[in-house]
């Protein structure tokens, strides 16, 4: 029965106002003993009560964690949604703001790509800022400088578009790769492949990366939507949901 031993202390903890109202210290040897053996007995008869309390414990953790974000974001508001750099798409006056955190090789981020840009244009009525956080390797980090490199030199507009393609690119992501890419998009290649690598670029992506260490972000997708914290892939259907509870 080791296995049930620390749940069952779980149990035991969080009824421990009512369960322990006396002194078990002043239980003498043989009736500290009766007394284990009647909570032992009692759970072996209902396991599930384990369970209850384990699922108790992990709803009051996930209830931390989200006074916890609420907290983070109202910290970081400025950094969040005016950090002077970051591309905004949607509605710049939009009553919700929605911001991401991805990267273009991220299984995930490519998934709720089409499901954010619907959210967003099906409503109509929310701002929408994208921060670059390549944390999965060379790839990367290529990809978002590259992405950068298209905003800085050739505007937002331009940055939409090497942000649609780049999530959506297969292959590997070489020099080769981004000048084919850039030719497809109708840029030149060689301005925006040499400004990759400026001080200008690596500033954003520090800046960023210095945010989301703050913020306890270690994973792509990563969403603030308004004032609550979404860690991971959320299905369209899920965050229409978390909107119109925010307008609500």
Same mark, same amino acid.
């Given at each position: 029965?080791?296995?049930?031993?620390?749940?069952?202390?779980?149990?035991?903890?969080?009824?421990?106002?009512?369960?322990?109202?006396?002194?078990?210290?002043?239980?003498?040897?043989?009736?500290?003993?009766?007394?284990?053996?009647?909570?032992?007995?009692?759970?072996?008869?209902?396991?599930?009560?384990?369970?209850?309390?384990?699922?108790?414990?992990?709803?009051?953790?996930?209830?931390?964690?989200?006074?916890?974000?609420?907290?983070?974001?109202?910290?970081?508001?400025?950094?969040?949604?005016?950090?002077?750099?970051?591309?905004?798409?949607?509605?710049?006056?939009?009553?919700?703001?929605?911001?991401?955190?991805?990267?273009?090789?991220?299984?995930?981020?490519?998934?709720?790509? *089409? $499901?954010?840009?619907?959210?967003?244009?099906?409503?109509? @009525?929310? !701002?929408? &800022? %994208?921060?670059?956080?390549?944390?999965?390797?060379?790839?990367?980090?290529?990809?978002?400088?590259?992405?950068?490199?298209?905003?800085?030199?050739?505007?937002?507009?331009?940055?939409?578009?090497?942000?649609?393609?780049?999530?959506?690119?297969?292959?590997?992501?070489?020099?080769?790769?981004?000048?084919?890419?850039?030719?497809?998009?109708?840029?030149?290649?060689?301005?925006?492949?040499?400004?990759?690598?400026?001080?200008?670029?690596?500033?954003?992506?520090?800046?960023?990366?210095?945010?989301?260490?703050?913020?306890?972000?270690?994973?792509?997708?990563?969403?603030?939507?308004? *004032? $609550?914290?979404?860690?991971?892939?959320?299905?369209?259907? @899920?965050? !229409?949901? &978390? %909107?119109?509870?925010?307008?609500?």
């Amino acid at each position: 029965m080791k296995h049930l031993f620390a749940p069952a202390m779980v149990a035991l903890s969080l009824t421990a106002s009512s369960a322990l109202a006396f002194d078990i210290d002043a239980l003498s040897d043989s009736e500290r003993s009766a007394f284990r053996a009647e909570i032992r007995a009692y759970l072996l008869e209902n396991p599930e009560v384990i369970m209850e309390a384990v699922a108790v414990l992990e709803q009051r953790r996930e209830a931390e964690q989200a006074n916890a974000d609420v907290n983070l974001v109202a910290n970081n508001a400025d950094r969040l949604f005016d950090d002077g750099f970051s591309w905004q798409g949607g509605n710049p006056e939009g009553d919700i703001t929605l911001v991401e955190f991805i990267d273009y090789r991220c299984g995930y981020c490519r998934k709720a790509h *089409d $499901e954010v840009a619907e959210l967003i244009s099906s409503d109509g @009525n929310i !701002r929408f &800022i %994208v921060k670059e956080y390549p944390i999965l390797g060379e790839a990367s980090e290529q990809s978002a400088r590259f992405a950068i490199a298209v905003k800085q030199k050739l505007g937002d507009d331009a940055y939409k578009l090497a942000h649609d393609s780049l999530i959506k690119m297969r292959g590997d992501v070489t020099p080769k790769s981004l000048t084919k890419l850039s030719k497809s998009l109708g840029f030149e290649a060689g301005n925006i492949l040499e400004h990759m690598n400026s001080e200008e670029v690596t500033s954003e992506i520090n800046t960023t990366r210095a945010l989301a260490r703050d913020m306890n972000i270690s994973g792509t997708p990563s969403f603030v939507l308004q *004032d $609550e914290m979404l860690r991971g892939y959320l299905p369209l259907e @899920n965050m !229409r949901a &978390i %909107v119109a509870d925010k307008r609500s």
